[in-house]
């Protein structure tokens, strides 16, 4: 799976960007999440989206404790596309986002498998 992050740009803070993460197969199943490191920090979770098990009817969203109720994650299983919607933006969000996917469920341990190459989203004072 290739994924091709995409939306970054220069906002002002308050204002709001969306992001998106085309894939170049199907990952209705997959775990996917979106990351972030700005310069000089490690690498930081943002946001994920999964199911918890096969018989989930719906999927579960987390969010990292900076971003919620700020952001949202969502997809667009037609377009084999992730979103990133995110408002309210602050210059501490300032950083390089990626999306990644992994297979299994959310709350398993394992690794994330394919990631994308990072768009950087700058938010001005």
């Known amino acids: 799976v290739q994924l091709q992050a995409s939306g970054g740009g220069l906002v002002q803070a308050g204002g709001s960007l969306r992001l998106s993460c085309a894939a170049s197969?199907?990952?209705?199943?997959?775990?996917v999440g979106w990351f972030r490191r700005a310069p000089g920090r490690e690498r930081e979770f943002v946001a994920l989206m999964g199911w918890r098990s096969r018989s989930s009817v719906r999927e579960t969203t987390y969010y990292g404790d900076s971003v919620a109720n700020r952001f949202t994650v969502s997809r667009d299983n037609a377009k084999n596309t992730v979103y990133l919607e995110m408002n309210s933006l602050k210059p501490e969000d300032t950083a390089v986002y990626y999306c990644?996917?992994?297979?299994?469920?959310?709350?398993?341990?394992?690794?994330?498998?394919?990631w994308g190459q990072g768009t950087q989203v700058t938010v001005s004072s």
């Open positions: 197969e199907r990952i209705s199943s997959y775990v």
């Open positions: 990644a996917a992994r297979s299994g469920f959310v709350g398993s341990s394992s690794e994330w498998e394919y």
